[in-house]
């Protein structure tokens, strides 16, 4: 139901840009719930943020055949939530900008927020709960898996995988056939000529991984 009225999970930078978004494609965000906490009842674009305890609070919103779509750049809480929502019944929305450029083989999820000026090649996959942000390059037979995150300006060549809940920083490049691993980090502006394992930080050019800081010890 693409005229679905939306709730939109999260009162961020990327609900703004789905509002954004919204406002060109003709749909509309019917309510704005925070999960974070801090902004419970400040307005965004006129609609006052609500609190968050998981479907029950779109249940009770009064609002009928609700869609979701969650706006949180913390990969493993919108994981979380979007999880959540589908197994209590919602269907997931997503907000896909109209100058993004999207080839006819590409294979786009659900939940997914694809900002101006993005590029996804031939055979491309962008799973669900993928935020995409403005001037991205995802090169052919690429996949994004689920809930992951590009900065702006990231480019990736070809059969490039960014694992679940992994993290591309601006303007960050990775050659053809490596994999970003889950819930990894790659800094912004870095070349990655390598594969990055899982929970792992890189950055650099080329991109090498991050030493964790020792905890000073007491004298």
Do not use: W
């Not at 060109?24 to 925070?34: E, H, M, S, W, Y």
């Not at 786009?108 to 000026?117: A, E, H, K, R």
Request: net charge neutral; proline share 7%; hydrophobic share 45%.
């Amino acid at each position: 139901m693409l005229t679905a009225p939306i709730a939109l999970i999260g009162c961020g930078p990327q609900a703004a840009y789905a509002l954004e978004i919204f406002a060109l494609t003709g749909r509309r965000a019917a309510v704005i719930f925070d999960p974070v906490g801090g902004k419970v009842g400040q307005e965004l674009e006129g609609l006052t943020t609500l609190p968050f305890a998981g479907p029950e609070s779109l249940a009770e919103c009064g609002v009928v055949d609700l869609q979701f779509l969650v706006c949180l750049s913390d990969n493993r809480m919108k994981d979380d939530i979007i999880q959540a929502m589908i197994d209590a019944g919602f269907q997931p929305a997503s907000a896909i900008h109209p100058t993004a450029v999207i080839a006819r083989t590409a294979r786009i999820g659900q939940g997914v927020i694809i900002n101006p000026l993005s590029v996804i090649q031939p055979r491309a996959m962008v799973q669900d709960g993928v935020m995409v942000h403005a001037g991205c390059v995802i090169e052919h037979d690429a996949v994004l898996e689920r809930c992951s995150n590009l900065a702006p300006g990231v480019r990736l060549a070809g059969r490039v995988r960014v694992g679940k809940l992994a993290t591309v920083f601006t303007g960050a490049t990775v050659i053809p056939n490596v994999t970003i691993g889950y819930a990894a980090v790659v800094g912004a502006g870095s070349v990655v000529l390598h594969d990055v394992p899982e929970n792992t930080t890189v950055a650099g050019v080329p991109a090498r991984q991050l030493k964790p800081c020792r905890q000073s010890m007491s004298p």
